[in-house]
């Protein structure tokens, strides 16, 4: 039957309908183009953050940087988010946009950074005092940015990625913060070559890489902008007021979820940075690499390492989105195995570099993070299809009570190993779920301000936690703390440099001389944390069946 020509109202509407279509969130390549370059400032930050964990050795020895010094210079990235900050942030963010507070806040986190590098290279003066305030002055700038540069991140990818795979996105979005830190970790040491200002510099550029990433990124937020004018001018002409942060606060089931995510994070990422050092220091692992440990790529063990991890971070994501993309059962089933054996020989070609990893502080510790990598997206992908969020931060946090108790209590190197991979399926649960909920609970035109307020309540225990550990550590390992500062003083007395010191401590650790550091009361109290998360993880889902968000359900409900 031949149709006739169609009338009007349909020509309109349909036209109206292609016209939707052509803006650029709808298309698939684009979307993606633009998590990856906004992602470059989530990996970059991701990696400034963490990547001292595996040098707080180094900077004890080299420059006398005791375990509560240390605590203070990582903690410092949390002061003046204690004190709003990140809301000011926020508020800039819903009220000016994405480009400013990025542009902006991105800046502040690259000059943080770059004044930490200067502190370390001796730019300020060479004395221990100098060097320690400047660099928590960096710090602090940095994390006056960091923070904020995640709310940015997290709100591009609503307004990009809402109706299409939001929880996917915000999943790989932290996957590549995640490899950041992970490389941050396993790298940082080579790069260093035995001296700290190597290591800091080259953290400090790659932020600075990433903010010319963002504003390429910016070219086209300007035409998504253009195409869509008009669609949402009244929500995004309404300006902030005080009382939506008091609406915030007062919505029992934002407040759990912010609670959460304090209680969750104090246990996590205070740990990481300390989780070479135990490594180290209670199951025996060693802070050098052997030869064989290395693999090498044009010359560079290096570059080697950077390689092994990329493709970790591309098996984690093909591992949860191939086979998602099949439309049936059994091509699924085929994708999965095809994934798997690939996975399979590539572990087993690099068993014998692997098997000395397994055994190296650094190398062990930034497998945490890894592990998120190929967990998070997967968790996120079931998020967006299944829902079960808040039930997913309840397995989370019981997971994360296990593994401090694994790391803390128990002195087997089995448990350990089981205790880390616990913690990087609890690291990966909780966000997965957590963010996207966010979104549900609260609307968008305020997200930039929701996010901003978790953060800022999160570095309220951050802040406790970074310095806290440090600071309980060389409290109960006062007889350590004692010894080293008469060697280093003794050696400082014969003129010996700050390399020359360093490698004379370490070869004193290494025969017994200085014995190491008891960790197991500052992670034990970590247990506490994952207490709290059980609790407030149970009153969110029991709040989210009174308000109705729809926690438990699918993304697109």
Sequence with gaps: MKLGPRGPLESKYNFKMETIKKTLRDSVALRWLVLVLLSGLTFSTYWFQDFFGSLKDLMNSEMGISSEEFGRIIGSTTIANIFGMIIIGGIVLDKWGIRLAGLVFGGLAALGAAISAMATMGFFGDDKGTILTFLIIGRIMFGSGLEVVCVVATRTIVKWFKGYEMALAMAINMGFGRLGSALGLAVSLDIAGGSVPPAVSFAATLIAIALIMFV????LDVKLDRQQAGENSKADDDDFKFSDLITLITNKSFLYIALLCVSFYAAVFPFIQYA??????????SYDLPDAGNFVVFGSSTIGTVVIYVCLFIFGLAFSMVPSKMRSHGTKLGSLIVIVALFAGFAYGLRDVLSIWLVNGPKTASLIPMGTILFTPIFGNYVDKKGKAASLMILGALLLIFAHLALSVFNSVLLGYLG??????????????????????????????AY????????????????????LLDAVNPAIVSKIKEVRSAFEAQGLSNSEIAENIKAMKLSGEIPPFDYTIPILVLVLCGVVSIFLAFMLRKSDKEQGYGLELPSNH
């Excluded at 390429?216 to 070219?219: A, F, R, V």
């Excluded at 880390?420 to 301000?449: C, D, H, N, Q, Y």
């Excluded at 999160?458 to 806290?468: I, P, T």
């Design 216 to 219: 390429i990124y910016l070219t």
């Design 276 to 285: 070479p050092d135990l490594l180290v220091n209670k199951f025996g692992f």
């Design 420 to 449: 880390l991979l616990s913690l990087g399926v609890a690291f990966s649960l909780v966000p997965a779920a957590m963010w996207p909920s966010v979104a549900k609970i609260v609307a968008e035109s305020r997200l930039g301000t």
């Design 452 to 471: 901003a307020s978790m953060f800022t309540i999160q570095n309220w225990g951050l802040g406790l936690f970074f310095w806290g550990i440090g600071a």
